[in-house]
């Protein structure tokens, strides 16, 4: 396989590839139940009635936060990832699969009989892109390599 060369400024300190700024936003979209859940739990009066407003079923929030957890995974080991190789590398394959489950999951919640929305459509369109830039992203899947190139 072929190497790409990066700029002097992609590199930390450390000499370790820097994950990309879309990354982290990809991190967010992936964890958006939980985002929710640690937003709820912060405003304690209102939290109940911020779950309700986003999962009136309460079977879909507990189901929107597993594929979540790879994205979690990934926010708390990004930071030393060097100690964890194996794990690392492996993290770009689950957050591939959670990210086709995410967008796959409202279309299923559609078909199942709930209301088109603006948000759902919006949800649709973010999860389409981000899947195809954890696929096409160069940059991405060498930090995710064992030498930083792939």
Known sequence: MKSIDFLPSDYDSHGRLRLP???WGILLL?????VL??????????GDTLLNLFYPDHDNFWLG??????????????GRRHQFPRLWRGIYGLLILA?????????LLWWQGDALSGVGLT???LDGFALWWLLSSRRLRACFAANGTF
């Open 65 to 78: 936060l597993l594929p979540g957890i790879p994205a979690v995974l990934a926010f708390l080991l990004s």
């Open 21 to 23: 700024v879309l990354y």
């Open 99 to 107: 990210q086709l489950a995410l967008l796959l999951w409202q279309p």
């Open 123 to 125: 949800l649709v369109i």
């Open 37 to 46: 859940f640690v937003m709820a739990g912060a405003s304690r009066q209102q």
């Open 30 to 34: 992936q964890a958006r139940t939980w």
